[in-house]
């Protein structure tokens, strides 16, 4: 009973030794530093080399290990609930895909269905592109739940991350940077507690730079063909990376391995919009009235009309990114890079320039300008740099005096224990000051009590979304690839008129009516 109330409470007046949080991080780092200063001078050390060398059982681990670490906290943090409009867009690319579609019809009273980042015609569609969706779809369809695909692409990167390292870097430092991918991108991390991805461009960016090591064109265009299928925008940018590394007698076996990605992108696009060459994010932009420029400008609306959440939006994004120079939104964006960094890692950063690896460097800045002209940014817009993130952070650990490098890797593996043990349990106050992560918490928008209300209530439904006068971005009308065949529908509000309509379309349905702005978040049943 001790030791559970020792671990119970990071606040000092809790706990029964009256630690606060900052004395169980010097405890860790001093526990971290003095185990790693004996183990990795002995048997530890030759183990750890043994065990790099063999590539097949490495990356089976580093495979393994994320997925089992996140499993293990789901008694805490259960699977991920979709929370942002992002997520619910990339499931219903899931769904549409696991029907063997590329696009839905679209639903004679579509008006009720209006969403952000949802076509409504002329097809019924997500309008992101179909990796992630492909990712989603297939753990969807082998173990039941889409999340099972956000959890492989996350083991896939962290096996393919080693294994990439393994070109540029000896083995011993190819699975130390294998684990700080685990550490980094694994079980608390935004990319594996959302469904709006990362870890599968980051998966191309792998495939791309050990193949430029190794001179191998097909897993060079198999890397191309997963990043286009991810970001098609930031794709231009890898091509441009790699261009002069191809010689033109295999520019050939290049173009055959890319074209699979680019037919099926093809194909999305003739099914959403009609046209071959016209990506459904572009369709979204004409018909929403966002530019298609890259870079926010005050228009007047379309000829569509916005609903009032998607005016709104438009005008804070205006607001935000119009006025903001190019470098202005530049050194906004620094701070994103802390996500694939550890703070101790950029005191490794400087011994990595050392090693004048230019190409990488030329790359990085590629990337960095030709993204800038964009007005958004995450993370995940860069994904596909991963690997080289990864790869900065382990030569600059090995050109370090080997004890330097030491304190820092025992640093980083301190970080993660200390922020991976607060969730068992821990205060969760403390969870908001980590840097990145982001394991759900709780139920802040109160949808998994709603979806456990429609549950317990039995049958199937139609829920009323309406919205107080202030509402703004949190999206709750969402819907399944086959809306009608769905237990429950999710409508727009519109008022009594045009509701009866849609009542009178499902007169087998229980109505609900959905007050998301109301304290807490009211549902009512109303028929």
């Not at 409470?9 to 860790?28: H, I, K, Q, Y």
């Not at 692409?153 to 080693?162: D, H, P, Q, V």
């Not at 191998?216 to 990043?227: F, P, R, S, T």
């Not at 065949?485 to 379309?505: K, N």
Request: a positive charge; hydrophobic letters at 50%.
């Amino acid at each position: 009973m001790f030791v559970f109330d020792l671990f119970r409470s990071f606040l000092p007046t809790r706990n029964p030794l009256g630690f606060g949080a900052a004395d169980f991080v010097e405890l860790f780092l001093t526990l971290v530093l003095v185990g790693l200063t004996l183990l990795m001078r002995g048997r530890a050390e030759a183990g750890f080399r043994r065990l790099a060398e063999r590539t097949v059982p490495c990356m089976l681990l580093l495979a393994a290990l994320p997925i089992a670490l996140r499993l293990l906290l789901l008694a805490w943090h259960p699977v991920p609930e979709p929370a942002v409009s992002d997520d619910f867009s990339y499931l219903l690319s899931a769904d549409t895909l696991r029907h063997f579609r590329l696009a839905n019809p679209v639903h004679p009273m579509h008006r009720f269905f209006e969403t952000f980042f949802v076509l409504q015609e002329p097809s019924y569609s997500s309008i992101y592109p179909l990796g992630q969706g492909i990712a989603l779809a297939l753990g969807w369809m082998l173990f039941g739940h889409p999340w099972a695909g956000v959890l492989l692409s996350i083991g896939g990167l962290c096996a393919l991350c080693y294994w990439m390292l393994r070109a540029w870097v000896p083995p011993v430092w190819a699975l130390a940077g294998g684990l700080l991918a685990v550490g980094e991108f694994g079980p608390l991390s935004q990319w594996t507690n959302s469904y709006w991805g990362g870890a599968v461009s980051a998966i191309a960016g792998c495939l791309v730079f050990r193949a430029l090591r190794r001179g191998n064109m097909a897993i060079l265009g198999a890397g191309i063909a997963v990043q286009i299928l991810c970001r098609p925008f930031e794709s231009l940018f890898l091509v441009l990376a790699v261009l002069p590394f191809v010689k033109w007698r295999q520019a050939g076996w290049l173009a055959l391995a890319v074209a699979p990605a680019l037919l099926l992108t093809g194909l999305q696009n003739h099914a959403v919009s009609g046209n071959w060459t016209t990506l459904p994010y572009m369709v979204s932009r004409y018909q929403y009235g966002v530019p298609t420029t890259f870079t926010f400008q005050p228009l007047p609306l379309p000829h569509r009309q916005l609903t009032h959440e998607q005016q709104l939006d438009y005008e804070i994004q205006s607001e935000v990114h119009g006025q903001d120079s190019f470098f202005t939104r530049l050194a906004k964006r620094v701070r994103f890079y802390r996500f694939f960094f550890w703070a101790p890692l950029y005191l490794a950063l400087p011994f990595f320039l050392l090693r004048r690896q230019w190409w990488i460097l030329a790359a990085l800045a590629l990337f960095t300008l030709g993204t800038n002209v964009y007005a958004y940014f995450y993370p995940h817009y860069i994904a596909v740099l991963t690997g080289l993130f990864v790869l900065m952070a382990v030569q600059g650990l090995s050109r370090m005096p080997q004890e330097g490098a030491r304190i820092l890797l025992g640093l980083c593996l301190a970080h993660f224990v200390f922020w991976y043990a607060l969730q068992f349990g821990g205060d969760p106050r403390m969870i908001q000051y980590e840097t990145w992560d982001a394991i759900n918490t709780g139920d802040p928008h109160g949808r998994v009590a709603v979806r456990d209300q429609l549950k317990q209530a039995g049958g199937k439904h139609l829920v009323f979304v309406r919205y107080g006068p202030a509402h703004m971005f949190d999206e709750w009308v969402h819907n399944e690839a086959n809306i009608d065949d769905s237990r429950v529908i999710w409508a727009r509000d519109l008022g009594e008129a045009e509701d009866e309509q849609l009542r009178q379309r499902y007169p087998d349905r229980k109505v609900w009516l959905l007050e998301p702005d109301a304290k807490p978040v009211q549902l009512r049943w109303v028929n």
